[in-house]
């Protein structure tokens, strides 16, 4: 079946600092990919997505590349903010007639000022 | 309304009581999904809706678990029987289906209902 990996959590970084949340999957076909964000109080909001292998997502000064090769969509950021401080998750939907997504268990990032 | 509406936010029970939570999705999204999010276990699916097909169950628990969704909109999630256990914070999501019926596969999730089982 389909499963998500991501690294687990906490991750405490200082403002300005690089940030990676790594995150691997296992899927049957070729998956769409997602990173999802969850701020303290709100629901889950897109982060940003890829497709098809290669593909870039980009949003907010994050960016993960869909790896077919290595089976990865590590999330990155060349320099954090306070206000990035969320929970992180990886999904993934292998398509099929309902797109459910698998999600990864969620990666507390906090940065401080 | 603009985004997916979940009620109530928050929702306290005793052990063995029924509980419904509600869901109303974006307007003209056809799809509809219910998932869990618990302690331990990460965020799960339990439940898909499409348009007047049969939904797909395949996540429930236990059959303590149902749920419905009325005149392709608004879906309610009911449990009977509490447990401790479903303690969790019930998580919605929506999706439409694009132009010549392509799906586009973002979901858009509502803030959830996050229910205590004493």
């Known amino acids: 079946g389909n499963s998500v990996t991501q690294m687990e959590g906490p991750v405490t970084l200082s403002e300005e600092a690089f940030l990676t949340i790594n995150c691997t999957y296992t899927a049957t076909g070729y998956p769409s990919l997602f990173w999802y964000v969850q701020y303290p109080g709100e629901g889950l909001q897109l982060l940003l997505k890829?497709?098809?292998?290669?593909d870039k997502g980009s949003n907010k000064g994050f960016e993960a590349t869909y790896r077919k090769e290595t089976t990865s969509f590590h999330l990155e950021k060349g320099s954090v903010q306070v206000s990035d401080s969320a929970v992180y998750f990886c999904a993934l939907n292998s398509g099929g007639s309902n797109y459910k997504l698998t999600f990864g268990k969620g990666t507390l990032l906090t940065v401080n000022p | 309304g603009a985004g997916v509406s979940q009620s109530p936010s928050n929702k306290v029970t005793e052990k063995g009581k029924d509980v419904e939570l509600r869901c109303d999705p974006i307007?003209?999204?056809?799809?509809l999904y219910w998932y869990r999010q618990s302690l331990g276990q990460g965020l799960e699916f339990l439940i898909y809706f499409q348009g007047n097909s049969a939904p797909d169950k395949s996540g429930l628990p236990s059959d303590r678990f149902s749920a419905e969704r009325t005149g392709g909109s608004v879906s309610t999630l009911t449990i009977q029987r509490t447990q401790q256990e479903d303690s969790a914070v019930y998580l919605c999501?929506?999706?439409?289906?694009?132009?010549?019926?392509?799906?586009?596969?973002?979901?858009?999730f509502g803030a959830g209902t996050r229910l205590s089982v004493l």
């Open positions: 999501a929506s999706r439409q289906n694009g132009a010549s019926g392509r799906a586009t596969p973002i979901q858009y």
């Open positions: 307007s003209g999204h056809t799809a």
């Open positions: 890829a497709t098809k292998a290669d």
